[in-house]
């Protein structure tokens, strides 16, 4: 379930985080750039408040995606 999307304007374009829930409530977040999904990470034993700032943190350019 989709409980926030999250958006960054740049002079690139639109940068979205996506955070859902689960049914086991555990978290993920997709991460997308202005061509499309990059990433999708999970989160099993995380608050939703450390989802929604890592995922802050990306569209603010502290965290790196890798892989």
């Given at each position: 379930?989709?409980?926030?999307?999250?958006f960054?304007?740049?002079?690139?374009?639109?940068?979205?985080?996506?955070?859902?829930?689960?049914?086991?409530?555990?978290?993920?977040?997709?991460?997308?750039?202005?061509?499309g999904?990059?990433?999708?990470?999970?989160?099993?034993?995380?608050?939703?408040?450390?989802?929604?700032?890592?995922?802050?943190?990306?569209?603010?350019?502290?965290?790196?995606?890798?892989?």
């Amino acid at each position: 379930m989709l409980l926030k999307t999250l958006f960054k304007e740049s002079d690139h374009g639109s940068y979205r985080a996506e955070i859902h829930r689960s049914d086991n409530n555990s978290f993920s977040v997709d991460y997308y750039s202005p061509s499309g999904k990059i990433k999708s990470e999970p989160f099993l034993n995380s608050s939703v408040l450390f989802v929604e700032t890592t995922a802050i943190n990306w569209l603010d350019g502290i965290k790196v995606l890798k892989g």
